[in-house]
């Protein structure tokens, strides 16, 4: 009963039509302050997440509370953090420089250096922020408000919708062929899906919720990165004469293997999750930047290596070839 007619209507029917907001008693609350758990609860839905860390060591979280799953679920994904005083503090307001932090981290933004726009506060945000505020803001997903980026004000509801508007223009979520894609970033949540003759103007993530199960990628090109944060041993294949520059594997929890074959061209592969990955087929380079983790070349032929994680290694089968590797 209280959705606007204004510059945030779209971005929150979006938000309403693809599950990402629910509120409460008939109402979306549109000008309330974000909470840190509400910020869960729409991050763990946009990615399907199923997986639960353990946050039994936060006090200020009981498993009651409806929020407990959502917190364990973005906790598990590696995008929200407590304070150093053993708290998460749920029911707090999220600010703006927290919220694209979680966001930055969900897309495995890399974390910038500089600024590309010159904002009157910049300098107000924290340093532990700047990272990933930059990274939003170099991407063009931030643009702030009358020259500002008000890093430690609360994040409403409605901004948070338009923010959420802006990083993801379609939410794929049930199996079957797709050959027609909405322009700009889009978000693969569910397994099944093959993507087949067609174009991602943007980045296109493989979220949470594919699991295990399989996405096909033939005949695709994509204009940004392909970052995976699901799929199992049987599960990204890259066929046909697709076309991905630059490939970002960060699954939190199960083996993924990316499967290049036929004609496909594939440059980088960067792996930066917490599990275990195969690469089959034929690409460019691959690079290990995550701790602790096996990267298994089957059947593959690559042109370099990279290891710069800590107590990481590459396995090359007998049947693969690397042509450099460095650490």
């Known amino acids: 009963s209280d959705m606007p007619d204004n510059w945030a209507t779209e971005a929150l029917e979006s938000a309403v039509a693809n599950g990402l907001l629910r509120g409460s008693d008939g109402k979306i609350m549109p000008e309330s302050p974000?909470?840190?758990?509400?910020?869960?609860?729409?991050?763990t839905r946009a990615f399907a997440a199923a997986d639960k860390g353990d946050i039994s060591a936060y006090i200020d979280v009981r498993s009651t509370d409806w929020f407990a799953?959502?917190?364990?679920?973005?906790?598990?994904?590696?995008?929200?953090?407590?304070?150093?005083?053993?708290?998460?503090?749920?029911?707090?307001?999220?600010?703006?420089?927290?919220?694209?932090?979680?966001?930055?981290?969900?897309?495995k933004l890399a974390s910038a250096a500089t600024i590309n726009v010159s904002f009157l506060d910049a300098d107000e945000i924290?340093?532990?922020?700047?990272?990933?505020?930059y990274a939003l803001v170099n991407a063009g997903y931030v643009q702030g408000s009358s020259g500002k980026?008000?890093?430690k004000s609360s994040i409403r509801r409605d901004e948070f919708a338009q923010l959420?508007?802006?990083?993801?223009?379609?939410?794929?979520?049930?199996?079957?062929?797709?050959?027609?894609?909405?322009?700009?970033?889009v978000m693969i949540n569910a397994p099944g899906i093959t993507l087949k003759d067609t174009?991602?103007?943007?980045?296109?993530?493989?979220?949470?919720?594919?699991?295990?199960g399989e996405v096909i990628l033939d005949d695709v090109t994509i204009t940004g990165r392909l970052v995976v944060r699901g799929g199992g041993e049987n599960s990204i294949i890259i066929r046909g004469s697709s076309n991905i520059s630059n490939v970002i594997?960060?699954?939190?929890?199960?083996?993924?293997?990316?499967?290049?074959?036929?004609?496909a061209n594939v440059e980088v592969i960067y792996i930066d999750g917490s599990d275990d990955v195969i690469i089959e087929g034929t690409a460019g380079s691959i690079e290990l930047a995550a701790d602790g983790i096996t990267v298994t070349a089957t059947n593959a032929k690559l042109t370099e290596a990279k290891v710069t994680g800590d107590n990481s290694k590459i396995v090359v089968g007998a049947d693969s070839s690397i042509g450099t590797i460095s650490t």
């Not at 959420?164 to 970033?185: D, P, R, V």
């Not at 174009?199 to 295990?212: A, W």
Request: net charge negative.
């Open 34 to 43: 974000l909470t840190r758990a509400q910020m869960a609860a729409i991050i």
């Open 69 to 107: 799953e959502d917190i364990a679920k973005a906790y598990k994904m590696g995008v929200m953090e407590g304070y150093g005083d053993g708290r998460m503090n749920p029911n707090g307001n999220i600010t703006r420089e927290q919220a694209f932090t979680v966001l930055a981290r969900a897309l």
């Open 126 to 133: 924290s340093e532990w922020a700047k990272g990933s505020v």
């Open 149 to 151: 980026l008000n890093p």
């Open 164 to 185: 959420m508007h802006n990083l993801f223009k379609q939410y794929i979520t049930a199996e079957g062929e797709y050959t027609e894609l909405a322009e700009g970033n």
């Open 199 to 212: 174009t991602v103007k943007g980045d296109l993530i493989i979220g949470d919720g594919v699991g295990d």
């Open 249 to 263: 594997v960060a699954r939190v929890d199960g083996v993924v293997r990316v499967f290049v074959e036929d004609d």
